[in-house]
């Protein structure tokens, strides 16, 4: 029977009044790609947050095999944020480096790592260039190879293709693939099914916080009772989707009075006080 | 080296590359400081001189009306570089009333004008002149000059023909020796204690206004620019992530200043060779606990500002507030300049900020009064407590991970 590497054990989130995830538990095990679906708002990168120590549970836990949380466990995980989080006065192998030398890794060993996922990234002779001038594509690349460099049991990727032209989503969704091959646990986060479908061995769906479904493709379709997985996650989500609300910080009472004097009225709201 | 401190050095390092790549903000935080002074204490006098000899070669016009001149007073303004034209008084209520002169003098068509009419003994003047222009003033002195000239032969001929001696009258009260050698304060003492009403007022500006922009492009600015989440999914602490970027704008900050201190020093060098200001007489001991003090200003300052930076969630939001707590520095840093240190009370030693800035004013004019030193170092050492704590809070809070691009 397989071990689980990591545990998401009831844990809800909350920000203020609002609840972004309640009650999730998953286990996630050694060589799952584990598609993270859901649209905007359902709660996926606060997952993936969670899931890599950056927020801590309102309740419950998430800790992996041995017991350590997750937030002391820190090393054990490599994280591509979605929007990729590179310094763009330092060269690709300075970004990449910088982490690896936080992470303890040896410059020697960390060029090792560098030089052979840039090689199937066809990105070697960019390592050098600072990644001011780099296309959305190049950026990903260079961010999953930062996450890649300590050699991580889990690696959280936030909708890495993204914004990315046919050719770079194509070779991100090889090295994944490639990863899960070779017994690599990925957690991937998109709100494109097609996606999922292709990349991933297990496809949890998430939606206004709660987890919908979790399991293979042909498991959702077995769940209900669809043909596709469109209308499977159609079927589970009918409800409607919640707007974003972490990143939106509440407006004081003054702050909405002040703001309204500079505020334009719609054409809509013109007519209806009239 | 543990491995806490690796990271911390770590992070250090690459804040401080990141930030020597940038050219303007070199400029801007160690060229124009090392500069500054040097700058306004050479060159500033220099073109103060070239102004003030391309007045002296001026070519001034003056008219003086006047229904009658003493000879001597007529043979002075002849004598002088003025190029005069006469003319007759008209008939006026006043001397000083412009009355229809006044284009002349605003079209520029003459410089001065002086109006003169004997009463008795007595020479009546009034002297016009336009305060705006340059060339107006030079003349009016220039013609004051000639008019003194005049009063003092003609106050000294009046006295002698009176029977009296001009020396004995008009100097009855005089020093006796040399007036530089009856104070007891050396150069160097003297030199001190007008710097220590200058040097904190420039350190405190300084530390403060040079942290901003780096503490604000480390906290705000990675905010901004997204970079922050990856950082935070590192294994560093958040304790490990502010030491490191602390470091690294102290260091910023510190090299700022100590560039500002020896463009200050250079250009005291250099007015030191032409006499003007000497070099302090500063003890080792008053500069041990000099340097302690601005360690202390600039642990508690650079925590505050990473703190506030990191409260903002946008470059813009976080320079709005760090601008005008300059103010904060600026305020108790003038006020200081005016509190007597002669018998000050003691309690002035432990106020924010105002501790510091007496402490450096006092241990520049190598005064060392142990029981200052006690309470400005324990005080401020718990406001640079206070503020690494406070840093420390903003930096573990949940919510600097969300980002607005």
């Not at chain 1, 490599?78 to 303890?104: D, F, M």
């Not at chain 1, 001011?132 to 260079?142: A, L, N, V, Y």
């Not at chain 2, 007759?88 to 003098?105: F, I, K, M």
Request: charged share 20%.
């Amino acid at each position: 029977m397989r071990q689980p590497l990591l545990h998401v054990s009831d844990v809800s989130k909350r920000f203020g009044d609002v609840v972004a995830l309640e009650q999730v538990s998953l286990d996630i095990y050694e060589g799952d790609i584990i598609g993270l679906v859901g649209s905007n708002g359902a709660g996926k990168t606060t997952l993936l947050r969670l899931l890599a120590g950056v927020y801590r549970p309102s309740s419950g836990r998430v800790h992996l095999a041995d017991d350590a949380d997750v937030e002391q466990a820190r090393a054990r995980l490599g994280v591509v944020p979605e929007n990729t989080g590179l310094y763009a006065r330092l060269t690709a192998w300075e970004n990449i480096r910088y982490h690896a030398r936080i992470h303890g890794v040896p410059d020697d060993l960390a060029w090792k790592r560098t030089r052979y996922f840039a090689h199937h990234l066809q990105m070697e002779d960019a390592l050098s260039r600072h990644t001011k001038g780099f296309s959305r594509g190049m950026r990903q690349k260079t961010a999953l190879l930062r996450a890649l460099v300590h050699a991580p049991e889990v690696l959280l990727l936030d909708e890495p293709t993204a914004g990315l032209d046919v050719t770079s989503a194509r070779t991100v969704r090889e090295l994944v693939r490639q990863l899960g091959e070779e017994g690599g646990t990925v957690i991937y986060s998109t709100h494109q099914l097609a996606e999922a479908q292709r990349v991933c061995n297990r496809i949890v769906i998430i939606h206004n916080g709660d987890v919908r479904a979790d399991g293979t493709p042909e498991e959702l379709l077995e769940q209900t009772n669809s043909t596709n997985l469109e209308d499977a996650y159609v079927a589970l989500t009918r409800d409607a989707a919640r707007q974003r609300h972490e990143d939106s910080k509440p407006l004081s009472k003054w702050a909405r009075w002040w703001r309204s004097l500079f505020t334009s009225t719609t054409p809509q709201e013109v007519m209806e006080d009239e | 080296m543990s491995r806490g401190r690796g990271r911390v050095r770590t992070i250090a390092k690459k804040e401080l590359i990141e930030f020597v790549r940038d050219w303007r903000t070199i400029v801007a935080i160690l060229v124009i400081p090392l500069l500054m002074f040097p700058l306004l204490f050479i060159l500033f006098p220099l073109l103060l001189a070239s102004e003030a000899a391309e007045l002296e070669a001026l070519q001034v016009d003056v008219v003086v009306q006047t229904n009658g001149l003493p000879e001597e007073l007529g043979m002075v303004l002849n004598a002088s570089d003025l190029n005069i034209t006469y003319e007759p008084l008209p008939v006026l209520e006043r001397l000083s009333s412009p009355s229809g002169d006044e284009a002349r003098l605003r079209n520029g068509s003459i410089d001065v004008l002086v109006r003169t009419q004997m009463n008795g003994t007595i020479v009546e003047y009034a002297l016009l002149y336009i305060s705006t222009s340059e060339q107006s003033l030079e003349a009016r002195s220039r013609m004051f000059d000639v008019l003194s000239q005049w009063e003092d032969n003609e106050t000294v001929a009046r006295i002698t023909d009176a029977g009296l001696d001009p020396n004995e009258t008009l100097d009855p009260l005089r020093w006796d020796g040399d007036v530089a050698e009856s104070d007891v304060a050396t150069q160097g003492e003297q030199a001190g204690m007008a710097l220590s009403l200058f040097i904190p007022l420039v350190l405190a500006v300084w530390t403060f206004s040079s942290a901003i922009q780096p503490s604000i492009d480390m906290t705000a600015g990675e905010r901004e620019r997204g970079t922050l989440e990856a950082l935070l999914a590192l294994p560093c602490s958040r304790m490990e992530l502010l030491f490191g970027k602390w470091l690294a704008v102290a260091t910023i900050t510190g090299v700022g200043v100590l560039l500002q201190i020896a463009g200050l020093l250079f250009a005291i060098g250099y007015l030191a060779t032409s006499d003007v200001i000497s070099a302090p007489s500063v003890s080792w001991q008053a500069l041990f606990f000099l340097c302690i003090a601005v360690l202390l200003f600039s642990i508690m300052v650079v925590a505050i500002e990473l703190a506030l930076a990191m409260r903002s969630h946008s470059v813009k939001e976080a320079g709005s507030i760090l601008g005008p707590a300059l103010l904060l520095i600026l305020f108790p840093a003038l006020f200081t300049q005016v509190i007597n240190l002669d018998g000050i009370e003691a309690f002035w030693f432990a106020i924010p900020v105002v501790n510091v800035l007496l402490a450096l004013r006092e241990l520049l004019m190598n005064r060392i009064v142990y029981s200052h030193i006690l309470i400005w170092m324990v005080t401020s050492t718990v406001y640079a407590f206070g503020a690494a704590f406070y840093a420390a809070r903003q930096f573990k809070r949940e919510d600097i991970v969300t980002s607005l691009s």
